[in-house]
């Protein structure tokens, strides 16, 4: 476990100057960045915003990916959307039911997006926006939202408990009252994200990723939001890495094309063995 945590401390590290963390923890907005190199696609940042949406610590999140916000009723297929976005390296929108750490389910617009080394166009990190989906006015009820998202909203819980406080939900978002007399979408119900909330989303992206590209330019290892280049010879892909980590034996791969046929890929097992 302590050459996980070793490599997800170099994500950041060997690829990012010292200040990132500090800069993206400037934003307000719910997002981790996972590293879909590392064994498991682990969390390797995680937001104030994010963790006070999932009611999770910094240490409950790093090093552990996104099953651990899964629950009964989140939507298979939608999952399976997102792991084949991953498999083939790009960017997916999709509405997503997730859980908070005391069990409530909530509605949210899940924003991934890649990030590529320019100098060898291998995906780096992936960043992935949570806006959670707030119910607009439909007709005989709910509540409103005005297109700049001001006004009153309401988060979108599935089987919203009584005993979820308003301090809960004040965390989750723009929430100003929750009485009993309001009503509350069945989880069964797939919730339509806003135009608003999907720019709001996008717009999020936009701003995690020019932090991203500033701070790597300070190493001379930058990133960017488009593949700038071919990746080299030895690259292995985003799927590839996360099937591997999925083999328990101990094992490297090295690629006898590269000068001095360096090793490319070890397992979390192989690591566990050459652990000093």
């Known amino acids: ?3 996980k945590l070793g490599l997800i401390q170099q994500s950041f590290n060997t690829r990012y100057s010292q200040w990132v963390r500090e800069a993206l923890d400037e934003f307000p907005d719910n997002f981790t960045i996972t590293d879909p190199s590392i064994s498991g696609h682990p969390i390797v940042f995680a937001s104030r915003g994010f963790l006070k949406m999932s009611g999770y610590s910094q240490e409950e999140v790093i090093g552990q990916n996104g099953k651990i916000f899964q629950g009964p009723k989140t939507n298979r297929r939608t999952v399976m959307e997102i792991r084949e976005a991953i498999r083939e ?7 997503l039911l997730n859980y908070r750490k005391d ?9 991934m997006s890649p990030v590529f080394g320019k100098e060898d166009g291998r995906v780096i990190h992936f960043v992935a926006v949570q806006v959670p989906i707030t119910r ?3 007709g005989n009820g709910g509540v409103s939202l005005s297109e700049d998202g001001s006004g009153l909203n ?5 089987s919203c408990r009584k005993e979820v406080g308003s301090d809960s939900l004040l965390e989750l978002g723009r929430v100003l009252s929750l009485d009993s007399s309001s009503k509350v979408l069945d989880i069964e119900e797939t919730c339509e994200a806003s135009d608003y909330e999907k720019r709001r989303a996008a717009a999020a992206f936009n701003n995690i990723l020019s932090v991203l590209t500033h701070y790597s330019d300070l190493t001379g290892r930058l990133v960017c939001g488009k593949r700038c280049s071919v990746p080299v010879a ?11 980590g999925r083999i328990k034996q101990s094992f490297v791969l090295i690629d006898p094309h590269l000068p001095e046929t ?3 890929y070890a397992s979390d097992a192989f690591l566990k063995l050459t652990v000093m």
């Open 1 to 3: 476990m302590d050459s």
């Open 89 to 95: 390296e790009r960017g997916i929108q999709v509405n």
């Open 103 to 111: 069990g409530a389910p909530f509605w949210m617009l899940f924003h």
């Open 136 to 138: 607009n006015q439909r």
């Open 154 to 158: 309401e988060i979108v819980f599935g």
């Open 234 to 244: 030895g690259y292995i892909s985003s799927s590839l890495n996360i099937s591997l």
């Open 262 to 264: 360096p090793i490319v």
